[in-house]
C-alpha cells in the first residue's frame, strides 16, 4: 500500500511484529533485530502492541510461521489464523459443528516446542490491523498472511521503503525512491487483494496484469532518464570540487550525522531523533572557513539488511562517500550494538568501493555514557584510535575541528607559482584551492608561495603557466 493512503489513515494504528530465529541466530541477535524493527515500524507512526516469535529451520513457505503461531498471530489480529484453499468452502451445519469439536480439542504443541520465543506483549483487548514481518517475504506468503490474520502485511523491507518514500524530500531522492518502491510493488502485483480478478482465466484479465506490469516497466525507464540528467549535473559540480578538500560523514541511520553536520558547517540541516532523518547529501564548507576552503557532506543513513535497490537507488548520493578525501565513520556509542552498525557500515562502503577511502571512527553521543564505558570504548578501538565525542559538545566538536585540518595539513606541500598581471582575475581560484604563505611582485606578475594538496596545486600550475 502507497504512503499516500497510509498517510489518509488514523496517526496511530496498531501493529504486530512476526521474527523467526533461524539456525545461526543467537538471542542476543535476534533482540536487537526487533528492537531495530519496532523502531522502523515506530517511525511509520505505527504502536507496536505485540510480537511473534518462533524457532525454524527456515520461514514456513506457506505463511512464514507454523500453524500454532500463525492461530497466536491472529488472536492479535482478529483473523481466523488458517490459509484458506483455492478452492471456496463447502459451508454445511455438519461441516461446522465438526470444525468447531475439532477445534476445541486441537493442540499447539508442536509448535509451542519449536518456539522459544517470549510469545507475544501487551495491547490487550486492542487489535492490530498491520502485520509486520522481520524477514523479506515472498508475495504469496504476505497473501497467504492476510488471508490468515485479516490484517495489511509488511516486510523489512517494505518498511524501509516506505520510510524513505515519505522522507524523501530533493527531486533527486524522490526518483530515486520512487525507482526503488515501483521495483518493489511490480512482482507483487499479482498477489495483491485489488488484482485477485485479474489473475483467473484468460484473455482480458492477463492482458490486464501484463499492462499494469508494463506501466510501471515504463514508469521506471522514464524516472531512470530524468534522474540521469539530475546525477549528470551533479556528476559536473562534483567533478569542480575534485581539488577541494572534502570531508564525508557516514554511518548507521540516526548515528548523529546530521548533527556533527550542523556543529562542524553552522549550516540549520535537518536534525531529528528519528531514522532516516536525512535522505539527501548536503554539502557546506566547515566553519570557521579555512584556507582552501573544507567541505563537508553529509550522506544518507545505513541500516542492517538495507534493500538491495535502494543501495543502487542511492548509489550516486553515495559517491559523495566514494570521492571524499577522509570519511568520518559516525557510530552511536551509546547503542549496545554499535558494534554490528558499524560492521553494516563497512559492508556498504564496501558495496560500492569506498572501503580504501582515509577514514576516522568517530565514537559520537559520548555525552550518554559513563566513564567506564568511554575507557572500554577507547580499548575496544584502540586500533582504529577513534575520537570520543559528543556532536552537543563545543570543544569536542573544535578538537575534532583540529583533527580535521591536522590530517590535511600533512598532506599539504609547498611550491611557488607565478601569476601574470594579465591574470590577476584569477586569483580567486588560488584562494579557493590553496593557502597562499608568501608573495612577492616582479615584472612579469605576482610570485605566489602557496600551500595546498598536490592535485589541486597542479591544476593551479596548468592554469597559470599552461
Known amino acids: 500500500m502507497s504512503s499516500s493512503t497510509r498517510d489518509a489513515r488514523e496517526p496511530r494504528q496498531a501493529a504486530v511484529l512476526v521474527a523467526v530465529q533461524l539456525p545461526g541466530t543467537s538471542d542476543e541477535d535476534q533482540q536487537a533485530d526487533l528492537a531495530e524493527l519496532r523502531r522502523l515500524v515506530e517511525t511509520l507512526g505505527f504502536d507496536v502492541i505485540g510480537t511473534v516469535r518462533q524457532r525454524r529451520d527456515a520461514l514456513a513457505a506457506a505463511a512464514v510461521l507454523g500453524e500454532g503461531k500463525l492461530k497466536e498471530l491472529a488472536e492479535l489480529t482478529g483473523g481466523s489464523g488458517l490459509v484458506p484453499t483455492g478452492a471456496p468452502e463447502v459451508k454445511t451445519k455438519a461441516r461446522a459443528k465438526w470444525a468447531a469439536e475439532a477445534g476445541a480439542g486441537k493442540s499447539d ?95 482480458s484479465g492477463e492482458a490486464a496484469i501484463e499492462l499494469d506490469r508494463r506501466k510501471i516497466r515504463d514508469r521506471i525507464a522514464e524516472l531512470r532518464e530524468q534522474l540521469a540528467a539530475i546525477q549528470k549535473e551533479q556528476d559536473n559540480r562534483r567533478s569542480a570540487r575534485n581539488d577541494q578538500l572534502r570531508v564525508a560523514l557516514v554511518g548507521y541511520t540516526n548515528a548523529g550525522k546530521s548533527s556533527l553536520m550542523r556543529a562542524l558547517t553552522g549550516s540549520q540541516v535537518l536534525v531529528e531523533d528519528k531514522l532516516f532523518a536525512t535522505l539527501d547529501t548536503t554539502v557546506r564548507a566547515l566553519q570557521p572557513e579555512t584556507k582552501p576552503r573544507i567541505l563537508v557532506s553529509d550522506t544518507v543513513g545505513f541500516i542492517k539488511k538495507l534493500p538491495h535497490d535502494l543501495v543502487a537507488s542511492f548509489r550516486s548520493t553515495l559517491a559523495e562517500a566514494l570521492e571524499a578525501s577522509l570519511l568520518l565513520y559516525v557510530v552511536d556509542a551509546s547503542d549496545p550494538t554499535h558494534e554490528a552498525q558499524l560492521q553494516v557500515t563497512h559492508d556498504v562502503l564496501r558495496e560500492i568501493g569506498a572501503q580504501g577511502v582515509p577514514n576516522m571512527l568517530l565514537l559520537n553521543k559520548a555525552d550518554r555514557i559513563d566513564d567506564e564505558a568511554r575507557k572500554a ?5 584502540r586500533d582504529e584510535n577513534p ?24 598532506r599539504m606541500v609547498e611550491e611557488e607559482l607565478l601569476v601574470p598581471y594579465s591574470r590577476q582575475g584569477l586569483l580567486g581560484e588560488v584562494h579557493e584551492n590553496a593557502r597562499i604563505v608568501a608573495e612577492s611582485y616582479e615584472e612579469s606578475g605576482a610570485r605566489l608561495r602557496v600551500r595546498g594538496l598536490p592535485a589541486a596545486i597542479a591544476r593551479l600550475r596548468r592554469v597559470f603557466e599552461g
Do not use: C, W
Open 387 to 410: 575520537i570520543v565525542l559528543s556532536a552537543h559538545d563545543p570543544s569536542d566538536v573544535t578538537k575534532l575541528r583540529q583533527t580535521i585540518l591536522a590530517f590535511f595539513e600533512e
Open 109 to 203: 504443541g508442536e509448535d509451542a516446542d519449536e518456539d522459544g520465543s517470549d510469545g507475544s506483549e501487551g495491547g490487550a483487548g486492542r487489535k492490530a490491523t498491520v502485520v509486520v514481518v522481520d524477514h523479506e517475504i515472498s508475495p504469496s506468503q504476505a497473501r497467504n498472511l492476510e488471508r490468515a490474520t485479516g490484517a495489511e502485511v509488511l516486510d523489512r523491507t517494505g518498511v524501509i521503503v516506505d520510510i524513505f518514500h515519505r522522507h524523501a524530500r530533493s527531486r533527486e531522492a524522490r526518483l530515486q525512491v520512487e525507482i526503488a518502491r515501483l521495483n518493489y510493488v511490480a512482482p507483487r502485483m499479482r498477489e495483491s487483494s485489488g488484482g485477485k480478478e485479474r489473475q483467473h482465466g484468460k484473455g
Open 377 to 381: 570504548l577507547l580499548r575496544k578501538y
